[in-house]
């Protein structure tokens, strides 16, 4: 694939690396030793994750009653959950597959980690799935599958079957993507690879890859054609996840904005949390030459743009309440905003609405640190608001008889916390044993080697070159 | 490749190809072994066969295998000897008659296998008339109470009967022969068979005297109406007035007057239909269910009950010319008024009063004779049994004992000790006496201080009869041998008077020779009753020492007081307590504050305010400390609009220590806190009441916390009697929308101009009902919210008891539940005013339970067809498909689905009716018991139906109208659930709709388009005319 950057535009890679540098930067951390704050954090994910397991599986003993549902709320940590990790889970495609086809070259050195974080984060939706059920040991019934029950299917009306098929689709096309982007790199490594079990392994995973010309030109066919397959699914997984919402009869569920304002939510919160994890990862494995502020601003800019458009959704909907003039729709909103749940709406009119208009200062936006603070305060929102549409819509329905209040209780958040521990160790045994960074990309978006000697922060004036690689 | 012509052998055998391997070639395990005589191969060595030795290996492992795997071990246990009249899965009904106290009711009880597991009333009784209340209908689950004595106890160890006996009649021989005192303490006798045998005691021990008191007491009543207790006919009447009486919910007998009462609230919306009703004032200090009934409602203090009842004799005598009497005015709204009405309705008034003073009864049968009622609404020739007991000689009693004047005592079924105000008192007299025999089930308050528990049986194990009504017969029959070792008292009592102990062979007797043959014993035991209809002429009470009653009333009740004050009452589920370890009444909602699982101070919200209660909608309430007279208890308090301000109020019947699991420490004993007026129990203080808050909050278990509707039209609707008579649809909630060509009403048809078919519209095909289409009508006119439905239901459907902790974290399992609200005084627009309950509010019931939608938004959500439309209209689930994803309960618009977060039977924590053998037997074996992590809810008694069309289907024909009756239209006091089939042009609920579907007849939230099987009819207030001001304010006039 040919690459061209145009000369007025800074550098995507920073410090005046050279291939060489780039191999040896990404590969390092997969060759070496773990390094202290690896193990630190690895360490503190797993008693995470330990803990959360130990919640998790009392749960699947005793039954969910050991959450604070009811019979007016039957849904609410667990799928506000499920919602927030899958739409976490949006930006891996969005950046990989959409901004691939945009030809975005920035995206080269976070699309690998965002592809890592959506698969991490659909498991931990999925995990989600299977937890909210009364009896999880039967979820294959969800499936169309042969049975022995005579000709009995699933209900294809059901939005949560649509769901099923969503999400499995979503993390199986994924998965496929990012392993594939990860062919080339892997046998990078197994090139370099010291060890018999590291040769062995990456060996394997590396599918025999040769490097050829013709290896290359069909590897950026598939790459093409997968990343044409993910991009309606960037679409389509958060559309059918907010047709469960969208297609009851429930107010404040039964609402036809939301598949869009679903799709910009998902997109919003999974952006902050890639910057999140970048901006971490980043510091701990010293990539700042990757991972400049330019890539800082840009995710930034998609974080304002996305949640502006959130903040416009959450606006119309109140609009459309009123304006329907549909009692029962009126007072959900109503009672959203200054009903007994009323701080939890309005977390999320400050962490989703307001937060991130801050970015539009420049100074704010290229600040690491602010950055990083906004990222989480945005996924604080976007939990918030997942939680605001399921609790505050149930809570208080049609007939006022029935309204209930939700309390959580320490295993709703100890699930919870199970889905962080399940991620983050995931995430670290990932970015230990593969390579965080798309090396061969990264190097396709480097000016060309002559331009980094001597080492100029602009190589403006001088003629560009094609690297082919 | 190249061209291969080489060839490969298989061995050295087939390239030389002797005529030896030619033979065997085809056999692919060339050396053959020995063949038997058959020609089949054998194992080398042995005799197997090898096709034998396959079969025997895969045996062999699959039942290794097999056995590896535990199977759950069901025990059960075939007849050895198939009793004649037990099929077993067809059910055998018995006719019988349920007794606790003076609480009676004719029924039939359903047996499967030989175990009752339902009572029904049975309709052919002309006194109970097949109406059960909430407590008969959980008396079933009693008879399994695990915790009931399994035998006779001497000094609290087990003991044989025999020697009981022995010692017994020892004991009382000792007494009997020094002269010494002997009681028996019984709460009313209703059975004329066992006052007799109580004679032949008395013949054999003189001493021996009958000491009869009520928890519930109206000895006033009774003393004012010369020593009988009349029966009210409410049917009759066209203005009520009560003080103080709560006849729907708890007063002498609820579900008889319940029934009578909605005689004169039904209406018909069909041209020439009934559109009359009688009009119900209720005052009286708490809010109690009849109250919620009413159609004008006014609020007094106890202090001021006398002399309310003296105004309204004053307003009455000056409107009809008496002599007034001379008595403190006191100011209670809508009195006048209804006095006006008595007058007006001369003949058809009735008045009654809850008061339990003499003094107060003896005006009210005054004014009773002034408005003519004796002779048509109240009828002092028949007479009813149901309160015998005499408050002063249980005061007698008790102060005997406590001088230590007492030989020996029997309780029989009584547990003073717990229920009378001065238990104390006499629990610490029970050691002076010599004798002390409990014949309670259980070694309950009094049972566990006295020497001997002679446990009596379950009335489902026992021989009885009863007289409810003079003239009016009624019989029990066991229909299940006795489970412990219990025996009914009469016979403890025969045997104690040196007779024969064979209770049923006594009352046979006695009957046989009063019948006049066994034939007649026999039927009229398979009828349970026997009414040969006492013509006695009725006859008017004379009004004697009224000015005697005026000086009490005076002396005894106050104009105005700022004290506070306490009121006690009785809650319609638990009553006095005496079925408080029934796990099915403890989580009976009460109906008109929804709470169960224990006892809490109400307060008005004006009182409220003025001690610095405050009282957040919803979420947790304080607990207070309320002390009378220096007695100081603590329990959480509730707001309760309509309330009388500077009362508190407190419901006996809780607070049992002795009674088993589910009632122990389950709130506290108000009964101590009575106060005594005239000689008699007064259920109200008027002493030092001081109410203040603790500063702990408290958590009270409420089915329901948010009391208003919200003005939501399209929920409950409901207009005035003089609206409905001009037209039928007054009151109705039309949705409609707006549209270019303005306001258009939602309808199913392209109709005129002023409607626009919304409805008609679907993407679905819809379905079809060929068959039957069975539907249910409720009448929110009639329905007075007393729970008997939601018993029932509980009892027909196995649904589990969940306990205190679960239902305050919202999780009771009712299918049926009775949602009541209050009527708020906020303005339509102010969403948060619209949370908070009038002062005095309007009360609406709304039985609300599965609606059978045919646009089920349930059905379209589940992913795994787990719930799902019958061809005749039912809404199914399907428990075992369930995966619990609980989307369809979140998308249920009346939140009527139950999940099973927990599995509530078989687990120690939610030791109910389903965690020991004994409470299991109480299992209809037609309804799957659901398992932990599905979805349940109101299948419409799916059994009844299929069992139903079956019968049919076996004597070739269509199942007939009311044959088939779901256990909630079944048990209805009142009538207000009508279930039939829609399809059947002939049926009542086609009839009921017809008449009312361009009347009285709605959906709940209809303009969803659910389309439910259930229809609701307008309640109807007779109350004057709301007048809609040009604001769109609704006032009422004056």
Known sequence: MSHVVSPIRETLVSGGKSYHDVTNDICKQVEGEPTKEWKIAFGVSCLVFAYGAFCLGYTWWQGIGVWGLNKTIGWAWDITNFVWWVGIGHAGTLISAVLLLFRQKWRTSINRSAEAMTIFAVLCAASFILAHMGRPWLFHWALPLPNTFGSLWVNFNSPLVWDVFAISTYLSVSLVFWYMGLVPDLATIRDRAQTKASKFWYGAFSLGWTGSAKTWARYEYVSLILAGISTPLVLSVHTIVSMDFATSVIPGWHTTIFPPYFVAGAIFSGFAMVQSLLLITRVVFKLEDYITIEHIEMMNIIITVTGSIVGIAYLTEFFIAWYSGVEYESYTFLNRATGPYWWAYWIMMTCNVVSPQLFWFKKIRTSILVSFVLSVVVNVGMWFERFVIIVSSLHRDYLPSSWAMFTPTMFDIGDYIFSFGLFFTLFFLFAKFLPVINMFEVKAVMKGVSTNYPFKKKASGEKEKETVH | ?1038
């Open chain 2, 1 to 1038: 490749m190249e061209n291969n012509t080489k060839r490969y052998w298989r061995g050295i055998e087939e390239l030389t190809n002797s005529p030896e391997f030619v033979k065997h070639a085809h056999r692919e395990f060339g050396d053959a072994p020995i063949a038997n005589e058959k020609g089949e191969a054998l194992i080398d060595g042995t005799n197997t066969v090898r096709r034998d030795f396959l079969k025997v290996l895969g045996f062999g492992v699959s039942a290794v295998a097999l056995a590896a795997c535990e199977a759950p071990i069901k025990k059960s246990i075939p007849y050895l000897n198939k009793p004649e009249d037990v099929e077993p899965t067809i059910a055998n009904w018995y006719a019988s008659t349920f007794i606790d106290g003076g609480d009676y009711a004719s029924v039939l009880v359903k047996t499967r296998e030989g175990r009752p597991i339902k009572v029904e009333g049975n309709k052919a009784s002309s006194v109970s008339k097949g109406a059960l209340s909430a407590r008969m209908q959980a008396s079933v689950l009693s008879l399994y109470d695990n915790e009931k004595l399994k035998g006779a106890l001497i000094g609290g160890k087990a003991a044989d009967w025999a020697i009981a006996d022995k010692e017994i009649i020892a004991a009382l021989g000792k007494v009997a022969t020094r002269g010494g005192q002997i009681r028996i303490v019984s709460n009313s006798i209703l059975s004329p068979t066992t006052k007799k045998v109580i004679g032949d005691f008395i013949a054999k021990y003189p001493t021996t005297k009958l000491v009869t008191y009520d928890a519930n007491s109206v000895s006033g009543l009774v003393q004012a109406n010369g020593g009988i207790l009349p029966s009210f006919d409410f049917s009759k009447a066209k203005t009520i007035v009560s003080i103080g009486a709560d006849f729907l919910g708890t007063w002498i007998s609820p579900t008889e007057f319940a029934g009578q009462w909605a005689k004169t609230r039904r209406v018909n919306s069909a041209e020439g239909g009934n559109k009359e009703m009688s009009r119900h004032y209720q005052f009286e200090t708490i809010m109690s269910n009849t109250g919620a009934n009413a159609d004008y409602r006014a609020t007094y203090k106890p202090s001021q009950e006398g002399l309310v009842v003296t105004a309204l004799y004053n307003a009455i005598a000056s409107k009809v010319g008496g002599a007034t009497i001379s008595s403190a005015s006191v100011k209670i709204a809508h009195l006048d008024k209804a006095a006006t009405d008595l007058v007006a309705t001369k003949g058809a008034s009735i008045v009654v009063s809850g008061s339990n003073d003499p003094a107060v009864q003896t005006v009210v049968v005054a004014i009773n004779v002034m408005l003519g009622a004796y002779g048509s609404t109240i009828d002092a020739g028949s007479p009813v049994n149901y309160r015998q007991g005499s408050d002063a000689e249980m005061t007698a009693f008790i102060n005997e004992a406590k001088a230590g004047q007492i030989g020996a005592v029997i309780f029989y079924n009584a547990n003073p000790v717990y229920n009378h105000p001065r238990g104390a008192e006499l629990a610490e007299a029970l050691p002076k006496i010599e004798l002390t025999i409990s014949t309670n089930d259980r070694a309950d308050e009094t049972g566990s201080l006295c020497k001997y528990n002679t446990p009596d049986s379950h009335y489902l194990e026992s021989w009885n009869d009863a007289e409810p009504k003079r003239g009016f017969y009624s019989f029990t029959q066991p229909t299940i041998s006795t489970i412990f070792k219990t025996r009914q008292t009469q016979s403890s009592l025969l045997t104690w008077s040196g007779l024969n102990g064979d209770y049923a062979n006594y009352l046979e007797n006695v009957w046989v020779s009063s019948l006049g043959g066994k034939t007649a014993w026999s039927k009229v035991l398979h009828d349970g009753i026997y009414e040969p209809a006492a013509g006695v002429a009725s006859n008017v009470p004379q009004t004697i020492g009224l000015a005697d009653a005026v000086a009490s009333i005076t002396k005894n009740y106050k104009a105005n007081s700022d004290k506070m004050e306490l009121a006690i009452y009785e809650k319609v589920t638990m009553g006095t307590g005496s079925q408080a370890n029934n796990p099915y009444l403890q989580e009976c909602p009460e109906p008109v504050s929804k709470a169960c699982w224990g006892n809490y101070a109400m307060v008005s919200l004006a009182t409220a305010k003025k001690l610095s209660l405050d009282q957040e909608v919803e979420l947790d309430t304080l607990e207070v400390e309320v002390s009378v007279n220096g007695k100081t208890v603590k329990l959480p308090f509730i707001v309760q609009p309509g309330q009388a301000n500077d009362t508190v109020a407190i419901a006996i019947g809780y607070g049992r220590t002795k009674a088993g699991k589910s009632a122990n420490n389950v709130g506290i004993n108000a009964y101590p806190f009575a106060s005594v007026i005239n000689g008699n129990i007064a259920f109200s203080n008027t002493g030092d009441v001081i109410v203040k808050a603790t500063g702990e909050t408290a958590k009270i278990a409420r089915t329901q916390t948010h009391n208003t509707v919200m003005a939501r039209q399209s929920v409950v609707q409901e207009t005035v009697l003089s609206a409905y008579k001009k037209n039928v649809e007054a009151g109705r909630f039309k949705p409609s929308v707006l549209t270019s060509e303005g306001k258009k009403e939602i309808s199913a048809e392209n109709g005129n101009k002023e409607q626009i078919n919304t409805t008609g519209v679907s993407l679905w095909n819809g379905h079809k009902y060929n068959n039957h289409a069975w539907g249910m009508v409720i009448d929110l006119n009639t329905c007075t919210g007393c729970a008997a439905c939601v018993v029932s239901c509980n009892a027909e459907n196995n649904i589990a008891v969940v306990g205190r902790q679960e239902v305050i974290n919202r999780r009771e399992m009712h299918w049926m539940r009775i949602d009541r609200y209050y009527s708020s005084d906020a303005d339509v627009e102010d969403a948060k005013g619209l949370e908070y309950a009038s002062e005095n509010p309007e009360v609406i019931f709304q039985p609300m339970l599965c609606q059978h939608c045919n646009n089920a938004p349930c059905e379209t959500v589940c992913p795994v067809l787990a719930t799902t439309h019958s061809t005749e209209g039912l809404n199914q689930m399907t428990y075992n498909r369930c995966i619990g994803t609980r989307y369809c309960a979140n998308n249920c618009p009346y939140k009527v689905r139950r999940f099973n977060w927990f599995r509530y039977y078989q687990t120690d924590e939610y030791d109910f009716q389903f965690n020991n053998d004994l409470g299991r037997m109480v299992i209809n074996p037609e309804v799957t018991v659901r398992s932990r992590g599905v979805m349940e809810k109101c299948s419409m008694c799916i059994q009844r139906i299929q069992a139903g069309k079956l019968e049919a289907k076996k004597e070739r024909r269509r199942p007939k109208d009311g044959e088939i009756q779901v256990a909630c239209a079944q048990s209805c006091p009142t009538d207000a659930i009508t279930f039939g089939d829609m399809n059947d042009e002939t049926s009542e609920i086609t009839k009921l709709l017809n008449a009312e579907r361009k009347g009285r007849a709605f959906g709940v939230i209809e303009e969803i388009n659910v389309k439910p099987n259930i229809s609701y009819l307008v309640k109807i207030r007779n109350k004057e005319e709301k007048v809609v001001k040009e604001e769109g304010e609704v006032k009422e006039h004056a």
